[in-house]
């Protein structure tokens, strides 16, 4: 099958703790991006990605980490400094940064103990 | 700053009836824009799209419409059936790397 796949689907989280978030596609997509999503509001960009070994800053960036040493592969790392990191957050791949449709995975839900 | 808001957080429909979706973008210079289709517990799926040369594109039971003066588009869904509650968002594309995201409006589909 193909898609993107993200791992775990749910994920807790220590005081002072990073944690990795998977995210894995085998669309042979040039661009993923790492989203955030919050109760009643839209997604909200964190990084992107348009190229192996290149990866950009979105909207809310601060407290967050990626990698992207594979093209199927970007993992996306939430540090301690990301104070308030309970959330839904979203992988998505397109073939392009350009017009084009994301394609997302299932999502990981992010809590703090 | 730019921003894609819909005019209702949740809409509530009888099972056989038409549904519409609205939503308003902010920025005059977007000239792409898709909608998706939220489960609960799922990541967003495409349901169609539509390009600012366009005014209306039409896929299977759904419908898009776009009105670049006021800067709205809508999506109207045949028919809605209980399978299609779930969250809508719309997106618009604003050049570079960038799309924006509503906030979404959930469909309660009433039997």
């Known amino acids: 099958d193909g898609g993107i796949t993200q791992s775990p689907k749910y994920l807790f989280r220590k005081e002072g703790q990073n944690v990795t978030l998977s995210c894995e596609q085998n669309l042979n997509h040039d661009a993923m991006y790492w989203y955030r999503q919050d109760p009643g509001q839209g997604l909200r960009l964190i990084y992107y990605?348009?190229?192996?070994?290149?990866?950009q800053k979105g909207d809310i960036a601060e407290g967050y980490s990626v990698s992207r040493e594979k093209k199927e592969s970007f993992p996306l790392t939430v540090t301690s400094a990301q104070k308030n990191p309970t959330a839904f957050y979203l992988c998505?791949?397109?073939?392009?940064?350009?017009?084009?449709?994301?394609?997302f995975g299932a999502g990981t839900r992010l809590s703090v103990l | 700053g730019e921003s894609v808001g819909l005019h209702l957080p949740t809409l509530s429909v009888q099972e056989g009836d038409n549904s519409i979706i609205n939503c308003a973008y902010s920025n005059s210079a977007s000239d792409y824009f898709i909608w998706y289709k939220q489960e609960s517990g799922k990541g967003p799926q495409f349901i169609i799209d539509?390009?600012?040369?366009?005014d209306k594109r039409q896929g299977q039971r759904v419908t898009v419409l776009l009105n670049k003066t006021v800067k709205h588009l809508s999506l109207q869904i045949a028919a809605t059936q209980p399978g299609d509650s779930a969250v809508y968002f719309c997106a618009a594309y604003t050049g570079g790397f960038k799309t924006i995201f509503g906030a979404g409006t959930r469909l309660f589909v009433k039997a």
């Open positions: 998505a791949s397109s073939p392009s940064v350009a017009k084009n449709i994301q394609y």
């Open positions: 539509i390009r600012s040369n366009m």
């Open positions: 990605s348009q190229i192996v070994n290149d990866f």
